[in-house]
């Protein structure tokens, strides 16, 4: 059996996910990148996307994270992300909704800063129909 260690994902809600795992892939800010067991200290940045982990079972768990950070320290792994939606979860609706009202916003005059908030809302409406593969 391969090694594991020890993952949190927390939002200012909850605690979504803490089990042991066997690794990680992730997007940073600075690229894609992966964990396993004994990895080195890291603290990075993550961008809106999908986390993927193998858990002690090998089972792949797949999970839509809206920015946020990891940080690894002697097999420990901390996310913490502002959303966090497990796969099965996503309430499609809500997310076509919301990708439909950031173009709306993105293709007509708005301000800099509406069109910043809709490029944000859009890149999470799209990550999560991407986790529910709609």
Not at 15 to 38: H, K, N, P, R, W
Not at 63 to 71: D, T
Not at 90 to 119: P, T, W
Request: proline share 1%; aromatic share 4%.
């Amino acid at each position: 059996m391969a090694k594991t260690f020890k993952l949190e994902i927390i939002t200012p809600e909850k605690v979504v996910y803490s089990d042991s795992v066997q690794s990680i892939s992730a997007d940073g800010t600075e690229g894609s990148f992966g964990i396993l067991a004994d990895h080195a200290p890291l603290i990075t940045e993550l961008k809106t996307s999908i986390l993927t982990v193998n858990d002690a079972n090998n089972r792949t768990i797949r999970l839509a994270i809206y920015r946020g950070f990891l940080e690894v320290m002697a097999n420990n792994v901390v996310v913490l992300s502002d959303v966090c939606v497990k796969e099965g979860e996503v309430n499609v609706e809500k997310a076509h909704a919301e990708k439909d009202a950031a173009e709306k916003i993105l293709a007509g005059g708005g301000s800099a800063e509406e069109k910043e908030k809709a490029l944000s809302i859009l890149g999470r409406a799209n990550t999560w129909l991407k986790l529910a593969n709609k």
